[in-house]
Structure formats: structure tokens, C-alpha cells
């Protein structure tokens, strides 16, 4: 989030989350997200981790969620650069942060 707004973000949603394996003690721990959509201030980021044991270094998926992140600016939310799908699995993401923000506003 920092990286694509250039200011300092505050994390307000984690979602979604998928459990699909534990990362037993001793095992490599490879993070990666990938920015999937951008409102006004806010930025919808797909997060994968995924482990290997380090004798053999095959990673496998372990945890997936969704996490918003808000840009600040002077402690108020800020205008985010806007991100536009590329490819056919950009738009795929980018419609899936849309309707995850849909279902979020109809269980308030």
C-alpha cells in the first residue's frame, strides 16, 4: 500500500482468510501481495503466504486474505493513484475487491 500510494497507510479490514495448511516450526515463510483494486483512499490488496521446509525449498500456498489498507495524509484519508486492470486476472481481482466491498456494506 505504501509502496503504490507513496504515504503512510492504516490497515482497516482483513478478511477472508483461508487456512490451507499449517507452516510447521522450522519452515521457510514467503509473503506476497498483490494490489487488486483502489478506491478514492483505499487500496484492496491480496495477500498469499506460503511455506516450504528448507531442505527442500518447494513452497507451498498456506493462508490467503484480503486486506484493505487507507492512505493518509496528515493523519486524513488521501487520494490514492488509481490502478486499472491489465490482464484478464486483473479484472477477475479487481471485480471479486468489488464485490467482497458489497458484501461487507449489506452486513452492517
Not at 38 to 65: N, Q, W, Y
Not at 77 to 105: C, F, G, Y
Request: with cysteine; glycine share 6%.
Amino acid at each position: 500500500a505504501l509502496q503504490w500510494s507513496g504515504m503512510d497507510c492504516l490497515p482497516v479490514y482483513s478478511g477472508g482468510i483461508r487456512f490451507y495448511s499449517p507452516v510447521p516450526i522450522g519452515n521457510l515463510v514467503e509473503i506476497s501481495a498483490r494490489l487488486v483494486h483502489t478506491g478514492h483512499s483505499s487500496m484492496h490488496i491480496s495477500v498469499h503466504v506460503r511455506s516450504a521446509d528448507p531442505k527442500i525449498g518447494e513452497f507451498t500456498l498456506t493462508t490467503h486474505c484480503m486486506s484493505v489498507f487507507v492512505a493518509l495524509d496528515e493523519g486524513s484519508p488521501a487520494k490514492t493513484p488509481i490502478w486499472q486492470p491489465r490482464s484478464n486476472e486483473d479484472v477477475r481481482l479487481d471485480a471479486h475487491a468489488l464485490d467482497l466491498m458489497r458484501l461487507r456494506a449489506t452486513k452492517s
